[in-house]
């Protein structure tokens, strides 16, 4: 029997970006026993939840308080998927992120393995800082890594946890690089260069993109590792599922590629001319700008995940010919 077969499974940040779409591979699965916890707030993320099927949601501000309760209200979990956190890279609240990307995880962690349960979580390649330390999950000497914002430092906090009190041996977890796809309208700026350019060129006919201020790499020349979300929650499901796969993984397509190799297949799929227009980056977030990132997949590949990762274009084309241009979520 499958892992996942065994026992329900929690998803934290179940109505969020790669929560969603994590419910939504499980229910192709015919995986229907899932508890979400979230919390919905005031904008518009309830609306990935329309679509899937799941047992039961409860706000995230209870979930802990019924995960101790005596009383067992969800039974047993094979799995825990905690995806829950505060992602933006701006927020300037340390205590705050401490508390959910950091305690919480801790916690959740903790109760998992005391449970005998799967337990598989978000780290971020936000952790690697500016990469001069190399973005190698292998790498063993998290003490070397220097995160460039509290987001990073803050899942940092828990890898290095994890690592000193010996729980990377017993659990996943999963540096997600430069994810993007269906299901991210919700996060505002947060979300992805890919929606934010569909939007402008659909309202303006061009996409701006910042100037590049580092002499290695022209204007819209800076490289990230861009990931289509349905590839990344097939590696997070195949590492859940491979029980002698623990420790940390990169989860990326083990590509640089530039801003400009993204929004040309926008214009493309949208059948506009390629108009781009180069402007100043703010002040504060020149001084964290990464100019370059690329998973190292090679720990992955190790493990037995075989499948082909979907070429950069064509999920940018799946995306906006079938879920922007729609106004889809998946399922849908």
């Given at each position: 029997?499958?892992?996942?077969?065994?026992?329900?499974?929690?998803?934290?940040?179940?109505?969020?970006?790669?929560?969603?779409?994590?419910?939504?591979?499980l229910?192709?699965?015919?995986?229907?026993?899932?508890?979400?916890?979230?919390?919905l707030?005031?904008?518009e993320k309830?609306?990935?939840?329309?679509?899937?099927?799941?047992?039961?949601?409860?706000?995230?501000?209870y979930?802990?308080?019924?995960?101790?309760?005596?009383?067992?209200?969800?039974?047993?979990?094979?799995?825990?998927?905690?995806?829950g956190?505060?992602?933006?890279?701006t927020?300037?609240?340390?205590?705050?992120?401490?508390?959910?990307?950091?305690?919480?995880?801790?916690?959740?962690?903790?109760?998992?393995?005391?449970?005998?349960?799967?337990?598989?979580?978000?780290?971020?390649?936000a952790?690697?800082?500016?990469?001069?330390?190399g973005?190698?999950?292998?790498?063993?000497?998290?003490?070397?890594?220097?995160?460039?914002?509290?987001?990073g430092?803050?899942?940092?906090?828990?890898?290095?946890y994890?690592?000193?009190?010996?729980?990377?041996?017993?659990?996943?977890?999963?540096?997600?690089?430069?994810?993007?796809?269906?299901?991210?309208?919700?996060?505002?700026?947060?979300?992805?260069?890919?929606d934010?350019?569909?939007?402008?060129?659909?309202?303006?006919?061009?996409v701006?993109?910042?100037?590049?201020?580092?002499?290695?790499?022209?204007?819209g020349?800076?490289?990230?590792?861009?990931?289509?979300?349905?590839?990344?929650?097939?590696?997070?499901?195949?590492?859940?599922?491979?029980?002698?796969?623990?420790?940390?993984?990169?989860?990326?397509?083990?590509?640089?590629?530039?801003w400009?190799?993204?929004?040309?297949?926008?214009?493309?799929?949208?059948?506009?001319?390629?108009?781009?227009?180069?402007?100043?980056?703010?002040?504060?977030?020149?001084?964290?700008?990464?100019?370059?990132?690329?998973?190292?997949?090679?720990?992955?590949?190790?493990?037995?995940?075989?499948l082909?990762?979907?070429?950069?274009?064509?999920?940018?084309?799946?995306?906006v010919?079938?879920?922007?241009?729609?106004?889809?979520?998946?399922?849908?």
């Open positions: 029997m499958n892992l996942l077969d065994e026992g329900k499974i929690l998803v934290t940040g179940g109505a969020g970006f790669i929560g969603s779409a994590l419910v939504w591979a229910n192709k699965r015919g995986l229907e026993n899932i508890i979400i916890a979230d919390y707030g005031n904008d309830w609306k990935n939840l329309v679509p899937l099927r799941f047992d039961h949601y409860l706000e995230a501000d979930l802990q308080e019924q995960l101790q309760s005596k009383e067992r209200p969800f039974g047993k979990f094979s799995a825990i998927f905690h995806l956190a505060c992602s933006s890279t927020e300037t609240d340390a205590s705050y992120l401490a508390k959910n990307n950091y305690e919480y995880t801790r916690f959740l962690a903790e109760w998992a393995i005391a449970q005998g349960t799967r337990f598989v979580y978000a780290s971020s390649a952790t690697y800082g500016d990469g001069s330390q973005m190698d999950d292998k790498n063993e000497d998290l003490t070397c890594l220097r995160p460039l914002n509290m987001y430092y803050s899942k940092h906090m828990f890898d290095r994890a690592q000193r009190r010996n729980l990377l041996q017993q659990i996943v977890g999963l540096k997600y690089f430069n994810v993007f796809g269906p299901n991210e309208s919700h996060k505002g700026e947060m979300r992805s260069m890919a934010k350019a569909f939007q402008q060129i659909r309202d303006s006919g061009k701006n993109l910042f100037k590049s201020y580092h002499p290695d790499f022209d204007d020349e800076q490289k990230r590792d861009f990931l289509y979300v349905k590839d990344a929650v097939a590696m997070t499901l195949f590492l859940a599922e491979n029980e002698k796969a623990n420790g940390l993984f990169n989860i990326g397509s083990g590509q640089a590629q530039t400009i190799e993204l929004v040309e297949p926008i214009f493309n799929a949208m059948d506009k001319p390629v108009a781009i227009d180069f402007i100043e980056m703010p002040d504060h977030i020149r001084e964290h700008y990464q100019y370059y990132t690329k998973a190292d997949i090679e720990k992955l590949r190790k493990c037995g995940y075989n082909p990762i979907t070429p950069l274009k064509d999920a940018v084309s799946d995306y010919s079938n879920y922007l241009q729609k106004g889809r979520t998946l399922g849908a």
